[in-house]
């Protein structure tokens, strides 16, 4: 076993919470008792992913408001809401709104781009703007301003008997500190250092196109690495900046001879897009992690941006069953959390 130098300072997990579309209400009740199980185990944080038109949460901010009165000392973030199916101004109301509702608990991560699939549901969500809207980082850009606090209308003052103000209500403080961007390209990266956000990191990167002369890099996590010293090198904070780390975590110590031989057989299934970039995008995947703790952890140290790093939010597999999670869950903060050097929060804290 590594004997690690530097602790894992911060665990969390992140999960896609699916259901089932005849019934969803048990898949989302499913996610909020993971949320409470992280909790009850020492996980620093817990994460849901961002589904729209398919059948994994749609909102997750809603659920998290849930899952904050569930919890009392778990951080509760978003893994990661594309920007391009919000209002800017709305959400910064309801990021705000659930973050003072957990006692300064949310962690909001951001994407920008055009939401998936937009031909086919650009009327339906922008019917009269489809062609104006912006997608680029402008729109980060306003919910950053929007969320620290600066004017968003030039009236301010009583009109009748209401009071109005000129920033967006309500203003919680400190949730600026804890807007993440979710970066796989060396742009991004840079863009969220120049900007003061935290980077969350997962298991798809960007394969940049090499330079003249230079032989194509298709190392996932040399790529990531660069990511990391990229961000943090554009980042006021610089090397003291936040960056979480998100790779697909599975560990077997009591999981049963089934659960196992699903896992590998899950793992193996996914492991040919991890070989060469995936369309036009060019994403590279990292293998998914399953085995022993022991066997992970000795992974984990080879890994070249995970030795950059002190946070991880490992990625639960997306098709599992609750039960399945929390085997997973057990063992990650039980065996591998100690074995990364990793201590767990007192849940009653």
Do not use: C
Not at 15 to 34: K, N, Q
Not at 136 to 143: A, C, S
Not at 145 to 168: A, C, H, K, L, N
Not at 285 to 297: H, K, M, N
């Amino acid at each position: 076993m590594p004997d690690p130098s530097t602790p894992l300072r911060s665990l969390g997990f992140l999960t896609i919470g699916l259901f089932d579309a005849a019934d969803p209400r048990p898949g989302h009740e499913s996610t909020l008792r993971v949320i409470e199980l992280g909790e009850q185990l020492g996980f620093d944080s817990a994460w849901v992913r961002h589904r729209h038109l398919q059948y994994g949460i749609s909102s997750p901010v809603a659920v998290l408001a849930a899952a904050s009165q569930r919890t009392r000392r778990i951080q509760l973030g978003t893994a990661v809401i594309p920007l391009g199916w919000e209002n800017p101004l709305r959400l910064a109301e309801d990021l705000a709104t659930v973050d003072l509702l957990s006692g300064g608990r949310l962690n909001p991560g951001l994407s920008v781009g055009p939401p998936m699939r937009y031909d086919e549901v650009r009327e339906a969500l922008y019917p009269d703007t489809a062609d104006l809207e912006d997608f680029t980082y402008g729109r980060v850009e306003r919910l950053l301003r929007m969320v620290r606090g600066e004017p968003v209308s030039p009236f301010q003052g009583t009109d009748g008997i209401e009071e109005f103000s000129d920033r967006v209500q309500p203003h919680s403080a400190g949730l600026a500190d804890r807007l993440w961007y979710g970066g796989a390209s060396l742009r991004s990266a840079q863009w969220a250092g120049e900007h003061r956000m935290n980077l969350l990191t997962s298991s798809v990167v960007k394969a940049e196109p090499p330079a003249a002369g230079q032989d194509e890099r298709l190392d996932f996590a040399e790529i990531q690495l660069s990511h990391v010293r990229r961000f943090r090198e554009h980042h006021p904070d610089g090397a003291a900046a936040r960056v979480s780390q998100g790779l697909v975590v599975v560990p077997t110590d009591s999981a049963s001879s089934e659960q196992r031989a699903r896992y590998e057989a899950y793992a193996a299934a996914r492991l040919p897009r991890t070989t060469a970039p995936q369309g036009p995008g060019r994403l590279l995947f990292a293998p998914d992690l399953v085995g022993t703790s022991e066997e992970i952890a000795e992974r984990l140290y080879t890994h070249a941006a995970f030795r950059e790093v002190d946070e991880v939010a490992f990625a639960l597999p997306f098709s599992f069953a609750h039960e399945d999670y929390v085997q997973i869950l057990t063992d990650i903060a039980t065996r591998l959390g100690p074995a990364l050097g990793w201590t767990p929060q007192d849940a009653s804290l």
